[in-house]
Every structure is written in C-alpha cells, then in structure tokens.
C-alpha cells in the first residue's frame, strides 16, 4: 500500500548530479515527503524531508511540485559511496503509528 | 555519537529456541520500531513503541514479543522462532511518532531460523 511510485532503477556517472523522481499524486495536505537510502544491506538512512518548500542539507536537496503530486531528490555531485536503494515516502506529520510505509524504492548506481 | 544499536548481528538459531534481538539508543528518543525485510516485500513494521511501557502492534507481529521498561531500550523476543522468521531486522528511533527529524535505524540483525 506504498502511496508513491519511483523508477526501478536508475543510473549516474560519478561526479554528476542524480536526480530521482517521485510520484506522490494521492499525497494529502498533511503529509511530509521523506527520502531514505539503504546501502547494501544496512539500515536505513534518513536524508531529507519536506512539506511544500524546497529542501536543501548537506546531504542532498529536495524540490516539490507546487501541487505536491511529484518530488525529485538531488544528489549534487553522486559519488560510488551514493550507490543505494532510495525510498521516497509520504507519511502523516501526527496522529499516526509512526509507520513507515517503504515501497521497493529506486536502485542507483554510480559508475565511474 | 548518536546511534542505535542492535544485537547480534549475525544469530543462526534452531526452531523453537527462544531468542531476544536487543535495541538500545542513546538519543532520549520517545518512538522506537522494529522492522523487518524480505525480498520481494520490502520493510514491514512489527511493532512500535510511543514511549516506556507503551507498545503497540505493527503489520506483523505474529510470533514476536517486544518490552519497553526503559527509554533507550526495546528488545524483540521471539518465545519460538521459526523458519518463516529468517529475516533481517532494524530497530529504528525517532524524537516522537511523527518522524518528523528523521528516523535513525539500527544497523541490522540477520537472523536465520533452521
């Protein structure tokens, strides 16, 4: 019951820009966007979130569609360490179980 | 540094032997959760935790057992593991239920059930 849709996997050369879409059309008026990344294995890592504003951090930025429906993450300059499963995921800001509703997220890999 | 951490790492176990993966964070957050993950079914929450002796159940609690008599710590207790158990854990942590800073997770516990 993943409310988002992302590409199965996608493909960067290293030191480019990656940018991954998501689709969120059924995204309600009090649910965040949240990107995660999955290195192999190991847990889970929280990159960024945002409401309807652009979000940037140290590690990546986050641009929402006015209309909330699509999201894009960007990895400014990927290197073969950002080589993951990235998840995109919309999740309530309160009132819910804490759950986080992982879909099968998008494979990147950067090449040399 | 802030981290949750999870024990063991690697467990291969019997059928109906009791076990217990711990968690333990060190960050006074409120929410902890257990996953688990399957190829082919992603992340699935087993339960969850709003704060010491408040736990809740997930999509798959069946056959696990979880306490929270302290804040930092939320063990998973499976009475009898079996075979459909063999999965990879994460413990996962956050200030409140909204997620709303970021869930922090565990680095895994790869448990075989045979």
């Known amino acids: 019951d993943a409310k988002t849709t992302q590409p199965t996997s996608m493909d960067c050369a290293e030191g480019r820009a990656a940018n991954l879409p998501c689709n969120h059309s059924?995204?309600?008026?009090?649910?965040?966007v949240y990107w995660y990344r999955q290195i192999h294995s190991q847990g889970p890592q929280y990159i960024i979130h945002g409401l309807k504003n652009n979000e940037t951090n140290e590690m990546a930025s986050l641009i929402i569609t006015e209309d909330r429906k699509s999201s894009t993450l960007i990895l400014p300059h990927a290197t073969l360490r950002d080589t993951a499963v990235y998840y995109c995921?919309?999740?309530?800001?309160?009132?819910?179980?804490?759950?986080?509703?992982f879909g099968q997220g998008t494979t990147l890999q950067v090449k040399p | 540094e802030a981290q949750v951490t999870q024990n063991p790492r690697y467990l291969i176990t019997v059928t109906g032997k009791k076990l217990t993966v711990t968690c333990s964070q060190n960050?006074?957050?409120?929410?902890m959760s257990w996953y688990r993950q399957d190829p082919g079914l992603g992340l699935r929450q087993i339960y969850y935790s709003m704060n010491v002796e408040v736990t809740d159940k997930g999509d798959v609690p069946e056959g696990y057992k979880v306490s929270r008599k302290e804040k930092r710590n939320f063990p998973l207790i499976l009475e009898s593991p079996s075979p459909n158990q063999t999965s990879l854990y994460f413990c996962?942590?956050?200030?409140?239920?909204?997620?709303?800073?970021?869930?922090?997770f565990g680095s895994g516990t790869r448990l075989t059930v045979v």
């Open positions: 996962a942590s956050s200030l409140g239920r909204d997620g709303i800073y970021g869930y922090t």
């Open positions: 059924t995204i309600s008026g009090n649910e965040y």
């Open positions: 960050m006074n957050h409120e929410y």
């Open positions: 995921i919309v999740s309530p800001n309160s009132g819910n179980t804490g759950k986080l509703i």
